[in-house]
């Protein structure tokens, strides 16, 4: 910003305002982005709304289309949110049903808190510095252990790399891996924010409608797989619908997607969305990806099954014999740090390198299923079981998602509309909330069904 000059110095699309007076550099405004820096309140509001009132085609806004664009379409889960935290305001917390926000409700296990204390009073020297931006080598090799007898697949440490939580892992993949306009499969219903990572770095999103009871459709998604396809991306235990796909559909999609990487002569990459795959009920367990498919990338974090959420901390693990894996694994190295992330967070890595096995009790949220389950069956809402994660997607009654989320709201009850999730028609309940919420919601579950049915 030039400060104090009688012009807007312009090039190209980027103008720089002087400190003038809103009214006139104003008129001057011809190019679409803007840098401003002045230290005047009032002009700074003036140009706010000048853009606000601005967008139109021809004229300018502060943020790319593709932002606004990701604003418009993926702030379900956050626009119910905030209308939570308002009527919260208004009618007091314990007269909102919040179920809006996957945010895991019970305290990380005591495990951690030992750990954490460990790593945070030993003065280890250069604990805080630099590190390589894979990891620490011996936090990936307690990982790569694990990895190798949970898959029952070798996988080594330098298969292993540490990540700012499963969103950095798979933005980091997906840097890598896509080229300008390449497609990327999502199985809808799934978690909104694939789009934003996917679109993030220049892919585009194919969806692929999942099959019968939300399981994988391994027909529609060869049907969607083209010349342009470099990845699929998987979600088992899947938010939001609760499903876990059996080893029987994993091993027919391996085998689908063997058969297309030698049809397209490259690889169509697997990515196994898996942060939940801790958190499954009634002795359920969840295949191996990576033993199962060559070219497949699984990642994980500690977000949901140690309940650290905040601290930003997983992992990633690309199958060894994955096609042309050096480059594939130092590409990925590279973007973990040129995304910013430059590593996962360092006292973090190493005390969940400590703590594999360590999970919060699953009872917890089986509890919170069950009880859920029998409110809703009790009233007739439609609804697959959820086999795993802390969500519930029953059938909108009535069949607008829209609308029925607005019923339950005019209860204080606060859901997430199905579109969010690439599938309306179905709303999306988070159970990881206190029994009080469970119970308190009863009643304006069963008010909006008998109002969303009699339409
Ligand atoms: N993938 C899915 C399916 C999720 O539901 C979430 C978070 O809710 C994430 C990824 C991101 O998890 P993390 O906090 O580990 O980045």
Redesign the pocket.
């Known amino acids: 910003m030039e400060r104090g000059g009688g012009f807007p110095r312009g090039t190209g699309s980027l103008f720089f305002l002087p400190d003038a007076g809103f009214t006139l550099w104003k008129s001057l405004i011809k190019g679409r982005f803007i840098s401003y820096n002045s230290t005047n309140l009032n002009d700074f509001s003036a140009l706010v709304s000048f853009c606000a009132r601005e967008r139109e085609p021809g004229g300018f806004v502060a943020v790319s289309e593709r932002v606004i664009k990701a604003m418009e379409s993926s702030s379900w889960i956050r626009k119910m949110f905030e209308t939570g935290s308002l009527l919260k305001e208004k009618f007091g917390n314990d007269n909102v049903f919040d179920f809006s926000l996957?945010n895991p409700n019970i305290e990380p296990p005591d495990e951690f808190e030992k750990k954490l204390k460990e790593y945070t009073q030993a003065a280890v020297p250069g604990m805080h510095a630099y590190m390589p931006n894979a990891g620490y080598p011996d936090v990936r090799e307690k990982i790569a252990r694990w990895v190798s007898r949970t898959e029952k697949t070798e996988i080594a440490s330098g298969n292993i790399v540490m990540t700012?939580?499963?969103?950095?892992?798979?933005n980091a993949v997906l840097k890598t891996i896509l080229n300008p306009g390449d497609k990327v499969i999502v199985i809808a219903p799934?978690?909104a924010?694939?789009d934003a990572y996917i679109t993030n770095h220049g892919g585009e999103v194919t969806r692929v409608a999942a099959g019968e009871g939300f399981d994988l459709s391994v027909e529609n998604i060869e049907k969607a797989i083209d010349s342009k396809t470099q990845a699929v991306i998987i979600?088992s235990p899947?938010?939001p619908s609760g499903r876990v796909y059996s080893d029987e559909r994993i091993d027919q999609l391996s085998s689908m997607l063997e058969r297309k990487s030698r049809e397209n002569g490259k690889a169509v990459y697997l990515l196994s969305?898996e942060?939940?795959k801790k958190i499954v009920y009634d002795g359920l367990t969840v295949p191996s990806v990576i033993a199962r498919y060559r070219n497949s990338i699984i990642m994980?974090?500690?977000?949901?099954d140690l309940s650290i959420?905040g601290e930003?901390i997983?992992w990633l693990a690309v199958n060894p014999g994955a096609e042309d894996y050096d480059n594939l694994m130092g590409g990925i190295i590279m973007c973990n740090r040129i995304l910013g992330y430059v590593n996962a967070p360092a006292i973090m890595q190493k005390v969940v390198a400590d703590l594999q096995g360590v999970s919060v009790d699953m009872d917890f949220y089986k509890r919170k299923r069950d009880r859920l389950c029998e409110i809703l069956g009790n009233i007739g809402y439609g609804f697959a079981k959820p086999e795993g994660?802390f969500y519930l997607f029953p059938k909108a009654p009535g069949g607008d998602d829209l609308a029925a989320v607005a019923a339950l709201q005019e209860e204080r009850v606060l859901t997430v509309p199905g579109r969010g999730f690439g599938t309306p028609g179905y709303f999306r309940i988070a159970y990881c909330v206190s029994d009080r919420v469970i119970e308190g919601s009863a009643k304006g579950f069963e008010k909006a069904f008998r109002q969303l049915s009699a339409k």
């Open positions: 996957g700012c939580g499963a969103a950095g892992a798979m799934y978690f924010e694939y979600n899947n938010n969305d942060p939940y994980t974090s500690y977000s949901k959420p930003r997983g994660a």
